[in-house]
């Protein structure tokens, strides 16, 4: 065992297929950074509202007012840098930085996928990407690698492989495979496709979705990793993105993982895609082809595979620990995210907040537009940890300027996959009396129904 | 291998492609055939049977109120003054059934804030009219026209006869009560006008299914209305809902008194009657949210959204009938009836917000992100 591990952690391989990841990670980064710019979506989503949710224990990421673009500007440069190999240990461990900042400034916005971008760039930090064709390479042959360890390249099959697998393990689950919610209720509303519009009404299809994007959630690794079904697989992985890009508003993600999973390819797949680039752009590859091998030295090679075991090790573990927590999981989210749960639930709440005087009894409601942009209120009202931050911020709000003894209460409604709203959080409860944690909030109404399944 | 690459290659610089395209399905076709609900059509019903109708007969109420201003300009007497206030009345009821079209036209010209901002900024009103120089087109002037304003000008200064002795003191009062008048049926016939020309099509074509398609967008103005208009404007901000204080000025027609509760129900009936697809002018029922919601729940096995918003229709309105019906006197004598009333109109939030949305598939937000 001992052997074989060292054994495997000694194999190399072309370092073709990491240098076209890195290429295409990067341009994918800088074109999803301009098309957020574009789209107006910082100035809507990090500048305009007056407060932000923030992730338990990272309180202290605030977007930076109108620096903020100055961060997305960072972030993109270090996406092209990272795309181009050059000082790609800088770029990346800016990107990574830079990239996650964002993300922590505000949960609203929070997407499996900005998640996913995150731990890929941070697992990408550690990997020897300028090896081969980057500009590194090119500027210090002594630094350019034709081969490099195999492991290298398994750690992002790995990564993949887990968001794919575990986002198959979540929707083995009753609503998801016997109630062939939510898409039932999303796909109807597709109404105007062409040829798939009249479809997207049938009870059926919904059914084949649900079992067909299960199966492929939980299949698609195993079938990328098989050279015989690999063609196949990728084939699958096309029309799957393409399909859920036209049916959801999923921005780029699609194009993102059908671009990684050409990681599974041979590396000759590999050098025909940087054959292709080396032309269009007048490059000698040949320069890059020095057959030398890629060597980590040996500390650097201790902390990259310690660092890389503890991540993938956390990876596999920390979807799970929603079953440290009672009740139903999609109902109190508690753990909910971070662990591939992808559409999964159609959920929507309405909160409204009560302001108490504990002296005088007297009391009002919140109009939450006054604090929150519709999004932002969207999102609070139907997670526990949102709607007690907000709490938190309503009552150093009204106490600023009024009596000093405040209680926060919420009335307040969810509907779950189709569910008739019902009661959410206990509405005798005065939040102010919970801080948030990583504990059970006590707070949240039991669920009235059941939904088998992991 | 070589031919497996570039098929490799080419596919995806094709979705590379068809990516840049970005933010699909704004006009798709519009499809009706199998058992698939007709948006179309329920648009078209909206449209043709409901907002032009209820514009047509505002509009003409608009007119009326004009004409009767200048025919009271023309003879200031005691007679003619109570025919305009009578006709003040009966086109501030007949504006509640348009009041929740902000869409198109209206939403451009910012027709509710123009015609229905209260409570009316009485100072400012009194000192344009000493100075006698103002433009009501500004939006800035929101809270001294329309019929607040009128409201306050026909009915604050006391009886008939009073009010007359005001008017006599200084022309300008009805030269304003004029361009008030003007003002509320000039942006009137140009929302008609909107609607039965281009922009009908334009609302009924665009059965897109994305976020700027006509159901989504009119559904989330249709909903907000009820939310913020309905129940905050004419409930919960008089109530003092949310400031604790309750605060009897901000009552819809303040100064009227006795006609703020029919203003209400009226506002009510007509977003009821459109959830059911009402005809203005008669006839059958046609398609609108409740036929929608209908042929949704046909293939979910869940308790009945329909039956719930019934229900609670019917709990408001039994609700209602406690109100004095002038609710500036409701909120003075007995308050907690307001809040009442309040809680009724709070519990059909949810179930419009909430169960009905997310039934229709229809987004709340604005903002068009990315989603998981």
């Given at each position: 065992m001992q052997l074989s591990l060292s054994k495997y952690l000694k194999k190399t391989t072309e370092a073709a297929p990491l240098a076209v990841f890195r290429l295409f990670f990067g341009i994918m980064m800088f074109a999803s950074i301009v098309r957020f710019w574009l789209n107006g979506w910082i100035e809507k989503l990090y500048i305009a509202p007056k407060f932000f949710f923030s992730y338990y224990g990272f309180e202290w990421v605030k977007p930076l007012g109108d620096f903020t673009y100055l961060l997305f500007i960072l972030c993109g440069i270090a996406a092209l840098m990272v795309a181009a190999g050059y000082k790609y240990r800088l770029a990346i461990i800016l990107f990574f930085l830079s990239f996650t900042y964002i993300e922590l400034m505000d949960k609203t916005t929070y997407l499996n996928h900005y998640y996913f971008i995150s731990i890929l760039s941070f697992l990408m930090i550690f990997l020897p990407a300028n090896a081969y064709f980057s500009i590194d390479a090119w500027r210090n042959p002594a630094r350019a690698f034709q081969k490099i360890p195999q492991w290298c390249i398994d750690a992002i099959k790995l990564l993949l492989g887990i968001v794919y697998f575990y986002a198959g393990l979540a929707k083995i689950n009753s609503d998801w495979l016997f109630r062939a919610m939510p898409l039932k209720i999303w796909l109807p509303s597709k109404y105007d496709l062409p040829l798939l519009g009249d479809l997207m009404q049938q009870e059926w299809v919904h059914y084949a979705f649900s079992w067909s994007g299960m199966l492929y959630d939980l299949f698609i690794p195993f079938l990328l990793l098989w050279k015989r079904t690999r063609f196949v697989a990728f084939l699958m992985v096309i029309v799957f993105h393409l399909l859920t890009r036209v049916l959801f508003p999923i921005g780029m993600f699609p194009f993102i993982m059908i671009v990684s999973a050409l990681i599974f390819f041979s590396p000759q797949v590999h050098h025909k895609i940087l054959n292709f680039v080396s032309k269009w752009f007048s490059i000698s590859k040949q320069r890059f082809d020095n057959l030398k091998i890629y060597q980590f030295s040996g500390i650097k090679k201790k902390v990259s595979i310690g660092v890389l075991s503890v991540f993938f090790i956390i990876q596999l573990l920390f979807p799970w620990r929603y079953l440290l927590y009672p009740g139903e999981l999609f109902w109190t989210e508690e753990g909910f995210r971070f662990s591939w749960r992808v559409m999964l639930m159609e959920k929507a709440g309405y909160a409204q907040f009560k302001v108490v005087n504990?002296?005088?009894?007297n009391r009002f409601y919140v109009d939450n537009s006054d604090f929150l942009t519709p999004f932002q209120e969207k999102q609070m009202s139907f997670q526990p940890d949102f709607i007690l931050q907000y709490a938190r911020f309503l009552a150093d709000h009204f106490e600023k300027d009024g009596p000093e003894n405040i209680e926060v209460y919420v009335d307040s409604y969810v509907a779950l996959n189709g569910r008739k709203s019902t009661p959410y959080i206990d509405p005798e409860v005065n939040l102010l009396n919970f801080a948030d944690s990583?504990?059970?909030?006590?707070?949240i109404l039991p669920f009235e129904d059941e939904i088998k399944g992991l | 291998m070589i031919k497996i690459s570039k098929f490799l290659l080419i596919a995806t610089l094709l979705f590379a492609v068809a990516c840049s395209t970005e933010d699909g399905g704004d006009n798709g076709g519009d499809s009706n055939g199998g058992d698939n609900f007709d948006r179309g059509e329920m648009l078209a019903n909206w449209a043709d049977n409901i907002i032009v109708p209820s514009f047509v007969a505002f509009l003409e109420e608009s007119q009326k109120l004009e004409d009767i201003a200048k025919a009271f300009a023309e003879n200031p007497g005691t007679t003619e003054l109570n025919v305009l206030k009578a006709q003040y009345k009966v086109a501030y009821q007949e504006f509640q059934t348009v009041e929740m079209f902000q869409i198109g036209k209206a939403e451009e010209l910012n027709y509710r804030s123009f015609l229905n901002t209260y409570p009316t900024k009485t100072e400012n009103i009194e000192s344009k009219i000493a100075s006698g120089s103002y433009n009501l087109e500004l939006p800035s002037n929101f809270a001294e026209q329309g019929f607040p304003a009128l409201d306050y000008l026909l009915y604050s200064y006391g009886s008939t006869e009073e009010t007359l002795e005001v008017f006599n003191a200084n022309p300008e009062y009805i030269n304003y009560i004029i361009a008030v008048a003007e003002r509320i049926n000039a942006l009137t016939t140009e929302v008609t006008a909107s609607w039965e020309g281009d922009y009908r099509d334009t609302f009924v074509n665009n059965t897109s299914s994305s976020s700027t398609g006509s159901v989504d967008r009119f559904t989330n103005d249709y909903v907000m209305y009820f939310e913020k208009i309905l129940r905050s404007g004419k409930i919960g901000y008089p109530a003092g809902a949310f400031t604790g204080s309750p605060s009897p000025t901000n009552v819809e027609a303040l100064y009227a008194g006795d006609i703020s509760k029919n203003l209400y129900l009226q506002a009510l009936n007509s977003f009821e009657d459109f959830y059911y697809g009402v005809k203005i002018n008669g006839g059958e029922n046609g398609p609108s949210y409740y036929q929608y919601l209908k042929y949704m729940e046909d293939g979910t096995s869940s308790e009945s959204i329909t039956a719930s918003i019934a229900d609670q229709f019917s709990a408001i309105r039994a609700q209602s009938s406690e109100l004095d019906s002038n609710l500036k006197s409701q909120v003075e004598s007995d308050n907690s009836k307001m809040l009442a009333a309040f809680d009724e109109l709070q519990k059909e939030v949810v179930l419009l917000k909430v169960d009905m949305m997310q039934a229709l598939s229809?987004?709340?937000?604005y903002v068009d992100s990315d989603g998981d």
């Amino acid at each position: 065992m001992q052997l074989s591990l060292s054994k495997y952690l000694k194999k190399t391989t072309e370092a073709a297929p990491l240098a076209v990841f890195r290429l295409f990670f990067g341009i994918m980064m800088f074109a999803s950074i301009v098309r957020f710019w574009l789209n107006g979506w910082i100035e809507k989503l990090y500048i305009a509202p007056k407060f932000f949710f923030s992730y338990y224990g990272f309180e202290w990421v605030k977007p930076l007012g109108d620096f903020t673009y100055l961060l997305f500007i960072l972030c993109g440069i270090a996406a092209l840098m990272v795309a181009a190999g050059y000082k790609y240990r800088l770029a990346i461990i800016l990107f990574f930085l830079s990239f996650t900042y964002i993300e922590l400034m505000d949960k609203t916005t929070y997407l499996n996928h900005y998640y996913f971008i995150s731990i890929l760039s941070f697992l990408m930090i550690f990997l020897p990407a300028n090896a081969y064709f980057s500009i590194d390479a090119w500027r210090n042959p002594a630094r350019a690698f034709q081969k490099i360890p195999q492991w290298c390249i398994d750690a992002i099959k790995l990564l993949l492989g887990i968001v794919y697998f575990y986002a198959g393990l979540a929707k083995i689950n009753s609503d998801w495979l016997f109630r062939a919610m939510p898409l039932k209720i999303w796909l109807p509303s597709k109404y105007d496709l062409p040829l798939l519009g009249d479809l997207m009404q049938q009870e059926w299809v919904h059914y084949a979705f649900s079992w067909s994007g299960m199966l492929y959630d939980l299949f698609i690794p195993f079938l990328l990793l098989w050279k015989r079904t690999r063609f196949v697989a990728f084939l699958m992985v096309i029309v799957f993105h393409l399909l859920t890009r036209v049916l959801f508003p999923i921005g780029m993600f699609p194009f993102i993982m059908i671009v990684s999973a050409l990681i599974f390819f041979s590396p000759q797949v590999h050098h025909k895609i940087l054959n292709f680039v080396s032309k269009w752009f007048s490059i000698s590859k040949q320069r890059f082809d020095n057959l030398k091998i890629y060597q980590f030295s040996g500390i650097k090679k201790k902390v990259s595979i310690g660092v890389l075991s503890v991540f993938f090790i956390i990876q596999l573990l920390f979807p799970w620990r929603y079953l440290l927590y009672p009740g139903e999981l999609f109902w109190t989210e508690e753990g909910f995210r971070f662990s591939w749960r992808v559409m999964l639930m159609e959920k929507a709440g309405y909160a409204q907040f009560k302001v108490v005087n504990a002296e005088t009894g007297n009391r009002f409601y919140v109009d939450n537009s006054d604090f929150l942009t519709p999004f932002q209120e969207k999102q609070m009202s139907f997670q526990p940890d949102f709607i007690l931050q907000y709490a938190r911020f309503l009552a150093d709000h009204f106490e600023k300027d009024g009596p000093e003894n405040i209680e926060v209460y919420v009335d307040s409604y969810v509907a779950l996959n189709g569910r008739k709203s019902t009661p959410y959080i206990d509405p005798e409860v005065n939040l102010l009396n919970f801080a948030d944690s990583f504990k059970h909030k006590t707070f949240i109404l039991p669920f009235e129904d059941e939904i088998k399944g992991l | 291998m070589i031919k497996i690459s570039k098929f490799l290659l080419i596919a995806t610089l094709l979705f590379a492609v068809a990516c840049s395209t970005e933010d699909g399905g704004d006009n798709g076709g519009d499809s009706n055939g199998g058992d698939n609900f007709d948006r179309g059509e329920m648009l078209a019903n909206w449209a043709d049977n409901i907002i032009v109708p209820s514009f047509v007969a505002f509009l003409e109420e608009s007119q009326k109120l004009e004409d009767i201003a200048k025919a009271f300009a023309e003879n200031p007497g005691t007679t003619e003054l109570n025919v305009l206030k009578a006709q003040y009345k009966v086109a501030y009821q007949e504006f509640q059934t348009v009041e929740m079209f902000q869409i198109g036209k209206a939403e451009e010209l910012n027709y509710r804030s123009f015609l229905n901002t209260y409570p009316t900024k009485t100072e400012n009103i009194e000192s344009k009219i000493a100075s006698g120089s103002y433009n009501l087109e500004l939006p800035s002037n929101f809270a001294e026209q329309g019929f607040p304003a009128l409201d306050y000008l026909l009915y604050s200064y006391g009886s008939t006869e009073e009010t007359l002795e005001v008017f006599n003191a200084n022309p300008e009062y009805i030269n304003y009560i004029i361009a008030v008048a003007e003002r509320i049926n000039a942006l009137t016939t140009e929302v008609t006008a909107s609607w039965e020309g281009d922009y009908r099509d334009t609302f009924v074509n665009n059965t897109s299914s994305s976020s700027t398609g006509s159901v989504d967008r009119f559904t989330n103005d249709y909903v907000m209305y009820f939310e913020k208009i309905l129940r905050s404007g004419k409930i919960g901000y008089p109530a003092g809902a949310f400031t604790g204080s309750p605060s009897p000025t901000n009552v819809e027609a303040l100064y009227a008194g006795d006609i703020s509760k029919n203003l209400y129900l009226q506002a009510l009936n007509s977003f009821e009657d459109f959830y059911y697809g009402v005809k203005i002018n008669g006839g059958e029922n046609g398609p609108s949210y409740y036929q929608y919601l209908k042929y949704m729940e046909d293939g979910t096995s869940s308790e009945s959204i329909t039956a719930s918003i019934a229900d609670q229709f019917s709990a408001i309105r039994a609700q209602s009938s406690e109100l004095d019906s002038n609710l500036k006197s409701q909120v003075e004598s007995d308050n907690s009836k307001m809040l009442a009333a309040f809680d009724e109109l709070q519990k059909e939030v949810v179930l419009l917000k909430v169960d009905m949305m997310q039934a229709l598939s229809i987004s709340v937000d604005y903002v068009d992100s990315d989603g998981d």
